[in-house]
C-alpha cells in the first residue's frame, strides 16, 4: 500500500499564488509517475499535471502557463507551485501515484486538499 499526504491547500485571492505538496509513503515502486488532478464541484476529475520519476512531465489543460510541478527535495514529494489563481481553479486538489509492481498497475489518491479562489 502506499499513503499520500497532501498540503498547502485553502483559500487565496484572484490573482494570488498557492503552493501544493505531497509525500508519499510505504510500499513504493519505481519507475513511477506522480501528480496532481482536481475536481470541482458538479465536474469530473482532470489532470492538473504529472511527473514521472526520468522528470517528464505532462501539463493538463487548467495549468498551462500557469502551474509548475515539481519533484521536491525530500524522496518522493512532489509540489505543485500555481500562480495567477482565478475562481474557476476552485476545486478538490488530488495527489495520485502510479505505478507497476509485480505486473500490476496501482492508482493511489490522496485525500484531497481544498482550494478556494475568491475575493
Known amino acids: 500500500q502506499v499513503q499520500l499526504v497532501e498540503s498547502g491547500g485553502g483559500l487565496v485571492q484572484p490573482g494570488g499564488s498557492l503552493r501544493l505538496s505531497c509525500v508519499a509513503s510505504?510500499?513504493?515502486?519505481?519507475?513511477?509517475?506522480m501528480g496532481w488532478y482536481r475536481q470541482a464541484p458538479g465536474k469530473q476529475r482532470e489532470l492538473v499535471a504529472q511527473i514521472g520519476t526520468a522528470g517528464t512531465i505532462k501539463y493538463g489543460d487548467p495549468a498551462t502557463g500557469r502551474f509548475t510541478i515539481s519533484r521536491g527535495s525530500a524522496q518522493n514529494t512532489i509540489d505543485l507551485q500555481m500562480n495567477n489563481l482565478n475562481p474557476e481553479d476552485t476545486a478538490v486538489y488530488y495527489c495520485?501515484?502510479?505505478?507497476?509492481?509485480?505486473?500490476?498497475?496501482?492508482?493511489?489518491w490522496g485525500q484531497g486538499s481544498q482550494i478556494t479562489v475568491s475575493a
Open positions: 495520485n501515484l502510479v505505478q507497476v509492481q509485480l505486473g500490476r498497475m496501482d492508482t493511489y
Open positions: 510505504g510500499s513504493i515502486a519505481s519507475p513511477n509517475a
